[in-house]
């Protein structure tokens, strides 16, 4: 890694770094009006550029990165953010013949592979890749929202063994892939998922879908981004430095 600046990052990530919240009243989806970055950019003179996509696994996450480095990345960092959508069913499915063996949208051992491409890639161009897990979700009010249009939610128990909660622990299994991955190829990595779930109001950080963290579950995200650019700029000063006032 050279030591350049850090001064560009780009983040590819889907709806949870998009900033997608729900409203509870229309039962919409809407994306927050401040992204959260604004303070970092001030503090750190930080050009970030978010790409992510509601509802983007990580198989389109790598294709979305290979465009971009065939147009030039012209980044120092990439901040990665996928598992949600990647460990997800298609519940229509399912419900149709929850009997059958289903698989999720990227099973676990190609959402490892190419997780790890990614790293790989990104280090071959000289970026820092950067990591987070992934924030807790409510099993119970996933089903019950994917459900809210006619969906049968026995015949989905059925396939999850009877308990709704099975959704939260195949979520956390994908959360827990990332730790180990970034433990083993040594990448930066913020830990989101321990911010909530040591919080006791932990159910009060998500919104009503189950799935999305709400304005107050963002901004936890967003202090452990500023944690992690403090910590990163007194242990990396000579490549990420705070602007002097």
């Not at 992934?134 to 996933?142: A, K, N, S, T």
């Not at 919080?199 to 981004?225: K, M, S, T, Y």
């Amino acid at each position: 890694m050279d030591m350049r600046l850090i001064r560009n990052i780009k983040i590819f990530g889907d709806s949870i770094m998009k900033g997608i919240l729900l409203d509870p009243i229309e039962a919409r989806y809407h994306t927050m009006d401040d992204d959260g970055f604004t303070r970092l950019k001030q503090l750190y003179s930080l050009d970030i550029n978010n790409r992510s996509i509601f509802g983007c696994t990580v198989t389109k996450g790598k294709q979305l990165l290979q465009r971009s480095r065939e147009r030039g990345m012209d980044c120092d960092m990439v901040l990665l953010e996928y598992g949600g959508n990647d460990c997800d069913f298609l519940w229509d499915q399912v419900a149709a013949d929850p009997e059958t063996e289903h698989l999720p949208n990227t099973p676990l051992p190609v959402f490892e592979s190419t997780y790890r491409e990614i790293l790989t890639d990104l280090r071959s161009q000289q970026i820092i890749p950067l990591m987070m897990s992934l924030p807790p979700i409510d099993g119970g009010r996933y089903l019950s929202w994917i459900c809210r249009n006619g969906l049968d939610k026995n015949r989905i128990l059925r396939f999850l063994g009877g308990d709704a909660h099975t959704i939260t622990r195949y979520q956390e299994l994908y959360s827990s892939t990332l730790n180990r991955i970034a433990a083993s190829t040594n990448t930066y990595f913020i830990d989101i998922r321990a911010r909530f779930l040591a919080r006791r109001d932990c159910a009060d950080l998500i919104c009503v879908d189950g799935i999305h963290p709400n304005e107050q579950g963002h901004a936890i995200i967003n202090q452990a981004f500023e944690d992690f650019a403090a910590q990163f700029a007194s242990k990396s000063p000579e490549v990420f430095l705070p602007v002097v006032s």
